[in-house]
């Protein structure tokens, strides 16, 4: 991580779950960090994610879809983690458009920019492994059909597709990882607009039980320390420009264990299992886990941390935060 001391980073969604992790780690590094993010109630930010280095980022409150804005404050970094986005599933069905100007347009006009004024800029962006769609076989590789189920993993899969063509058209250096159902400490627990861990997390942890639609299908999940250290990695590695990976978790896992699970380690707590509400069930792509040896093999990530003890590490946090979130 030596690489990073005294380079110039720009993270969008920089005040959000991931990208506020993330600024943390490239400050410990000795990296110059700029935060961009445009705290829309919805979309996760929050000004205590960021509260314990505030002091150590330059923090723009900005939308993605300003474009003479991005050509600001693109121009002079060495490092873009294109981390912006609309991830509500549900509100890009309700929405569209939103979805739509946020997740594509937004990021065509920010890989313009880039190629205008800072064509050295290195690029990672943040996918989604909606954008798979229902599998067709498990575990899911990057050689699967790209066929999502709703307007949000169109509009990923084509920001994805908008970096990999600026990687290979013009050098403007890119990958992307495809995150799945990444949690830990910071994460939106108000709702379950960012993952369905954030509201059960909240509910056990004010007495209340939780929901579990059907709860047979199979996840797996990534620590947020975890998903860090692919963005790092990636930011850092030349072999992955160009490519697309996966993330994926260290156990594959049904939703009922998952839930039994945080009972556990939580020392109490209940659930209800319930039916899928109509609107969910039209978008659900139900078992869904990750094969991650393209990554591995490519630039060495793996997971290391595992759901129980990622799980404790996330109750641990917001039994003394939870009020700066909810």
């Not at 909606?130 to 599998?135: D, S």
């Not at 930011?235 to 945080?262: P, W």
Request: negative net charge; charged residues 25%; hydrophobic residues 40%.
């Amino acid at each position: 991580m030596n690489a990073l001391a005294g380079r110039n980073a720009l993270i969008t969604g920089g005040l959000g779950f991931i990208g506020s992790h993330l600024a943390r780690r490239l400050v410990d590094e000795g990296a110059e960090v700029t935060l961009v993010d445009s705290l829309i109630p919805e979309y996760g930010g929050n000004m205590f994610n960021v509260a314990a280095i505030a002091d150590r980022v330059h923090i723009n409150i900005s939308d993605v879809r300003d474009e003479h804005g991005m050509r600001y404050l693109i121009q002079g970094h060495d490092l873009l983690f294109n981390l912006a986005g609309q991830t509500g599933h549900l509100d890009s069905m309700t929405d569209p458009e939103t979805d739509l100007e946020i997740n594509c347009r937004a990021q065509l006009a920010i890989l313009e920019t880039c190629r205008k004024y800072n064509p050295e800029i290195q690029i990672v962006f943040a996918s989604t492994r909606q954008i798979y769609g229902r599998p067709a076989y498990l575990p899911v590789d990057e050689k699967h059909l790209v066929r999502p189920v709703d307007v949000n993993g169109i509009n990923k899969a084509a920001g994805e597709a908008y970096h990999i063509l600026y990687n290979d058209v013009y050098g403007i250096r890119s990958c992307a990882l495809r995150l799945t159902n990444t949690y830990g400490p910071h994460m939106r627990i108000c709702d379950a607009r960012q993952t369905f861990l954030g509201i059960w997390v909240r509910r056990i942890l004010e007495g209340q039980p939780f929901e579990v639609w059907e709860g047979q299908q199979l996840r797996d999940f990534t620590y947020v320390d975890d998903a860090v250290d692919a963005f790092l990695a990636a930011a850092q590695d030349e072999r992955a420009n160009g490519k697309t990976f996966n993330l994926g978790g260290t156990e594959v896992i049904s939703l009922h264990d998952v839930a039994e699970l945080l009972v556990k380690v939580n020392g109490g707590g209940s659930y209800e299992t319930k039916s899928f509400p109509a609107e969910r069930k039209r978008i659900d792509i139900g078992d869904y886990y990750s094969d991650g040896a393209a990554i591995k093999a490519a630039i060495g990530w793996e997971p290391k941390v595992s759901l129980e003890v990622g799980l404790a590490r996330t109750l641990e946090f917001y039994r003394t935060n939870l009020n700066r979130y909810v």
